[in-house]
């Protein structure tokens, strides 16, 4: 799977996560790892076609807390609304 499929199948975990009790984390873990992508490819460490490990190797050395930065920090350069996670594994 590469990093064009990853995101795909991010988004449709954020689909069906709805309708299931306790989808709601699903949904922030996903939709944090796709800002996370996103920055990666606009700053040139990933690209589209590059193997999910690619990704999978960055995210292991690093806390939910950082890859929340990260996320918040995509979001707000892009003028996006802020993710807004109150959980406290995520500050």
Known sequence: ?????????????????VDYEGGDTAIRLSRMYKDVIFYLIEKGDLNMSDRRAEFYKYIENFSPASLYKVASHYRKQKGMPELGYQQSNYH
């Open 1 to 17: 799977m590469n990093i064009s499929e990853l995101i795909q199948t991010l988004e449709n975990t954020m689909e069906d996560a």
